[in-house]
């Protein structure tokens, strides 16, 4: 079995049977940067808010625990979510 390693930015879809690597033309490239960028800036603007909840001490102390919990796990998904848009962004340069 041969292993192959497509270019860095290439999309990859991951099944339960191994990845499939997408070819992706230069014009795709720059509608999949679009993509990324509009992704990323989504992104951000959920974690500015988690992060003004969980910033505002009069939340934390009002709301339940459970409440406050979740927003804690939602803010680490956005910055592993983030994070992996950026490095994706970075490989279609």
């Given at each position: 079995?041969?292993?192959?390693?497509?270019?860095?930015?290439?999309p990859v879809?991951?099944?339960?049977?191994?990845?499939?690597?997408?070819?992706?033309?230069?014009?795709?490239?720059a509608g999949?940067?679009?993509?990324?960028?509009?992704?990323?800036?989504?992104?951000?603007?959920?974690?500015?808010?988690?992060?003004?909840?969980?910033?505002?001490?009069?939340?934390?102390?009002?709301?339940?625990?459970?409440?406050?919990?979740?927003?804690?796990?939602?803010?680490?998904?956005?910055?592993?979510?983030?994070?992996?848009?950026?490095?994706?962004?970075?490989?279609?340069?």
């Open positions: 079995m041969r292993k192959y390693q497509a270019p860095a930015g290439n879809a991951v099944t339960p049977l191994g990845e499939i690597f997408l070819a992706v033309a230069a014009a795709d490239r999949e940067r679009q993509r990324l960028d509009k992704e990323i800036a989504r992104i951000e603007v959920e974690m500015r808010a988690v992060e003004e909840k969980l910033g505002n001490q009069s939340f934390v102390d009002r709301a339940p625990m459970a409440i406050v919990e979740e927003h804690r796990q939602r803010l680490k998904g956005f910055n592993a979510q983030l994070e992996k848009l950026k490095h994706a962004r970075e490989g279609l340069n």
